[in-house]
Each structure stands twice: as structure tokens, then as C-alpha cells.
């Protein structure tokens, strides 16, 4: 039976051989991958079903790839696979929880550009004057921690047996698994602050039809496994690995030192630190200088009202009924007079 089996794929095989090449197809589903589609501004189409999606972007977004680790080197080298970026950057827009700025080698384009303007060579009113460039809120840095073929497979736990499983023997030795483990970390560029990160995973299994033939009848030739690119699996790990980002941007919720300002001073005393219980909130929150007499409208004082947690509602300009209460709680807090009008004493607390 296994002879017969052998023959039957050795058979096929030939009849294969003889098949002239088919033409190129646009968009075949074989040669895809986790990240499918397109994105144009807040639209996208074809895209992954498992893909997550934000209804509002949560800022703008810069990705900072290193290529000078030791994970980026080997990654180009054994797979000959390209920068991690342009998959991301897709997945990101399609995604619309943020909006991609270039920082990478286009930057590179866009400063000819302006170059040109400023040699005079460019048209009139060609328009790449200073001031229209976005700001990155966020930086994205990916990278790959597992990236291996042959990782596991059932020839090893079946090799004791040798030749007395047949085909079944073969067909276990010619099973193996490719792995991919990734992680994103996403950093504020303002404060340097991390505020997410996420690992991500994927895993495949490839079949050697030639370990079948070989295994069972001592055919040889038509061995090779039907290896799905490393690429495909490290993009499975970075969509995994992005929408988990998305999961944390969902359900965000910052980090607080509570009494104390943040990167003043940690709770870990150290002897002989000049600050080691860290300033207090509001000592560490420089505030501009303020004139003696300070002026402001009732709807400022309403939006610095419920920024201080004096719950006032929405600004709305009126001393209403839950704005003279707040106003009133306010100046008890400062100890000063309560008459629940925006007096001058009052607009001074308010501003420091």
C-alpha cells in the first residue's frame, strides 16, 4: 500500500513537471498576507476581518525602526526580508487609531523639496513654506524578539520508530512549525513617557512532500517543503502584536504618582538624595507668572473650575445655579470670602 501511494505522488509529480508556467494574477490569495488591502485617509478596504478599528484617531504617529540591532541585522540576513515599517503603517491607517507622519526615508524627499523652494528653482506659488509640517504625538518601535523556522516538529518524537511506521513515519518527519514572536512599545514624544506596549505572535506548519516519498519508497527529487515565507509569519505577529496595541489605547487609563509630580522623585528613597520623597503636584507644575490682579471671564473660570475638580459642567459663560455652588466650594477651599461671584480675591486663586 505504501508502494502504491509512493508511486501514485511520484506519478503526479511528473505530470506536473511537464505543465507549462501559468501567467502572473493579480492579488492571489496564496501570496498574501496578515496585513491585505488598502487604506486612503480614514477609509480602507479589503482589509483583515480581525483587524480593530478606532472610531476617533487617538493622535499622530511616528515609527522608529533601529536598524542597527543585532535583531534587525539577523532578520535581514537569514530571511532577506525588508524593513518592518511599510506593514505597519498600513495596518496603522486602516486601523484609523492614528494617523501616520513620515519620519523615515521619505523625510529625506521632503527636505529636497523644500530645498528646491528656497533655491528659487521651484514654480511660483508651489507652496512649501514653513509652518505645514504635522507633529509626531506618538513614536512606534517595533521589533522582532523570534523569528525561526523548524522550531517543532514530529519527526524527532517519531524517530525511534525508524522505517517501521512507512508512510506515516515519513509523513510525521516532514511536519515542522515557523514561529514568529514580536513587540511594540508606543512612547509619548512630549513627556518620553511609555504609555502602551504589546507583544504579538504567530505560527505555521509547513509539509514536505519529497520526506513522503523518500520516507516510504526511496523516491528522491521531489522534496521541499511548502514553506510559507518567514514574512508572512513575523506580518501574522505584528497584526497580533498591533491589535493588542489597540486593545491598550482602548481601554487607556495614564499612570499617576498620586501626591507627588511625576519624574521628581520616586517612592524608592535613596540616602543622601537631595529629593527622595519627590515634589509635590502642585509645586512641580510650573505655572506661568501671573499679574497681581488677575483678570478672567466666567467661562475661564468655569474651564479652570473642572480642571481642578470642581465639577461645574460645560463652560457655558453663566453663573448658574451648580457654578455659584462650585464657586462657592472653591473659595471655602482657598479661604476666601464665600459669595459665590467671580470677585477679584477669587480670579487671583483661580489663576495660580
Known amino acids: 500500500m505504501s508502494r502504491i501511494l509512493a508511486l501514485g505522488l511520484a506519478s503526479a509529480l511528473v505530470a506536473l513537471a511537464g505543465c507549462e508556467a501559468t501567467q502572473p494574477k493579480l492579488g492571489t490569495d496564496s501570496a498574501k498576507t496578515a496585513a491585505t488591502g488598502a487604506a486612503g485617509g480614514a477609509a480602507a478596504q479589503n482589509v483583515n476581518a480581525k483587524l480593530g478599528r478606532c472610531d476617533k484617531p487617538a493622535g499622530t504617529i511616528a515609527l522608529v525602526e533601529d536598524t542597527g540591532l543585532d535583531w534587525y541585522r539577523a532578520f535581514m540576513d537569514k530571511y532577506r526580508l525588508g524593513s518592518t515599517t511599510p506593514v505597519l503603517r498600513l495596518l496603522i491607517q486602516q486601523s484609523n487609531c492614528f494617523i501616520v507622519v513620515e519620519r523615515g526615508r521619505a523625510m529625506?524627499?521632503?527636505q529636497q523639496e523644500?530645498?528646491?523652494q528656497n533655491s528659487g528653482e521651484m514654480r511660483q506659488n508651489s507652496n512649501f513654506g514653513k509652518g505645514q509640517m504635522v507633529a509626531a504625538d506618538y513614536s512606534l518601535t517595533p521589533e522582532v524578539l523570534i523569528s525561526a523556522r523548524g522550531t517543532s516538529g514530529m519527526g524527532a518524537a517519531l524517530g525511534g520508530f525508524g522505517g517501521r511506521l512507512g508512510v506515516l513515519g515519513a509523513l510525521a518527519g516532514g511536519i515542522q512549525t515557523?514561529?514568529?514572536?514580536?513587540?511594540?512599545?508606543?512612547?509619548?514624544?512630549?513627556?518620553?513617557?511609555?504609555v502602551a506596549a504589546a507583544e504579538g505572535s504567530s505560527?505555521?506548519?509547513?509539509?514536505?512532500l519529497g520526506a513522503v516519498l523518500v520516507g516510504s519508497s526511496g523516491f528522491g527529487g521531489a522534496g521541499g517543503y511548502t514553506s510559507t515565507p518567514q514574512g508572512k509569519v513575523v506580518t501574522a505577529a505584528f497584526t497580533d502584536a498591533y491589535n493588542?496595541?489597540?486593545?491598550a489605547v482602548k481601554n487607556y487609563s495614564p499612570q499617576s504618582m498620586g501626591d507627588r509630580g511625576m519624574g521628581t522623585g520616586g517612592r524608592l528613597a535613596v540616602e543622601g538624595a537631595s529629593q527622595p520623597n519627590g515634589a509635590s503636584v502642585q509645586s512641580s507644575q510650573a505655572a506661568p507668572p501671573q499679574s497681581a490682579n488677575a483678570n478672567m471671564s466666567i467661562r475661564d473660570a468655569q474651564v479652570k473650575l473642572n480642571s481642578l475638580g470642581y465639577a461645574v459642567g460645560t463652560p457655558?459663560?453663566?453663573l448658574g445655579k451648580n457654578s455659584v455652588a462650585q464657586l462657592r466650594a472653591f473659595q471655602r477651599d482657598r479661604r476666601v470670602t464665600v459669595s459665590g461671584q467671580l470677585d477679584q480675591a477669587t480670579m487671583n486663586e483661580l489663576a495660580k
Open 108 to 110: 529625506a524627499n521632503m
Open 114 to 116: 523644500r530645498a528646491l
Open 178 to 194: 515557523n514561529e514568529s514572536a514580536v513587540m511594540l512599545t508606543l512612547v509619548d514624544n512630549r513627556s518620553g513617557v511609555q
Open 203 to 208: 505560527s505555521n506548519t509547513d509539509f514536505n
Open 244 to 247: 493588542n496595541i489597540i486593545g
Open 316 to 318: 457655558d459663560g453663566q
